[in-house]
Nanobody, 124 residues
């Protein structure tokens, strides 16, 4: 499985961005979990949001609840992270990840497949 993240950029505080993660190599099915992580400068990579591929189960870090939404387009084998009400502290490189699992993993080590990262910068 290869993952390609895109959609990052520079946005003012309070603005929105939608990140995309396109999967290739094989099609995801209900046996996969997908997630978004972020890594700010000088900090550990942290979990942001995760979802079963079917979309029936989602889980968000406290920092993302109410502002971020993870979704997917099965036909495009792509999933998304809609980020609203962005704050300067959301500035980070965002990574998409996937693993063949049932539970939504929240640790970096829980994912086998990773995208290359896309930079999100939120200015104050």
């Amino acid at each position: 499985v290869q993952l390609q993240a895109s959609g990052g950029g520079l946005v003012q505080a309070g603005g929105s961005l939608r990140l995309s993660c396109a999967a290739s190599g094989r099609s995801f099915n209900s046996g996969y979990v997908v997630g978004w992580f972020r890594e700010a400068l000088g900090k550990e990579r942290e979990f942001v949001a995760g979802s079963s591929w079917s979309g029936g189960r989602t889980y968000y870090a406290d920092s993302a609840k109410g502002r971020f939404t993870i979704s997917r387009d099965n036909a495009k084998n792509t999933y998304y992270l809609q980020m609203n009400s962005l704050k300067p502290e959301d500035t980070a490189v965002y990574y998409c990840a996937a693993v063949q699992a049932w539970n939504i993993e929240t640790t970096r080590g829980g994912y086998h497949y990773w995208g290359q990262g896309t930079l999100v910068t939120v200015s104050s």
